[in-house]
């Protein structure tokens, strides 16, 4: 089984920007889709966002659109969220997830990362 190991989050203010980094044990570039999730206390999961990894092709969730990136670095063998703009409502765990294949649903996960903005 694989765990996918996440780091980055924390508290911001509002307006503020965070990045999340998400690697896997060997390289992560291995699987064939990954994505970026988030749960806010309270609500069910929302898919926040995807990126195909050969192609780079990527997809958003319509709240986070214009202000959250997906892409991947592959000097540090991560995929990474960065997120700007960030608002009190993206207040959440955020888990990412990855798979061999192109799209959700995923086969692995990681244990999530906390990230607070503060209004």
């Known amino acids: 089984q694989v765990q996918l190991v996440q780091s980055g989050g924390g508290l911001v203010p509002a307006g503020g920007s965070l990045r999340l980094s998400c690697a896997a044990p060997?390289?992560?570039?291995?699987?064939?889709?990954m994505g970026w999730y988030r749960q806010s206390l309270g609500k069910e999961r929302e898919l926040v966002a995807t990126?195909?990894?050969?192609?780079?092709?990527?997809n958003y969730a319509d709240s986070v659109k214009g202000r959250f990136t997906i892409s991947r670095d592959n000097a540090k063998n991560t995929v990474d969220l960065q997120m700007n703009s960030l608002q009190p409502e993206d207040t959440a765990v955020y888990y990412c997830?990855?798979?061999?294949?192109?799209?959700?649903?995923?086969?692995?996960w990681g244990r999530g990362t906390q990230v607070i903005v503060s209004s």
């Open positions: 990126t195909i990894i050969s192609s780079g092709f990527t």
């Open positions: 997830a990855a798979g061999y294949g192109l799209r959700p649903p995923y086969d692995y």
């Open positions: 060997g390289n992560i570039f291995r699987f064939n889709g």
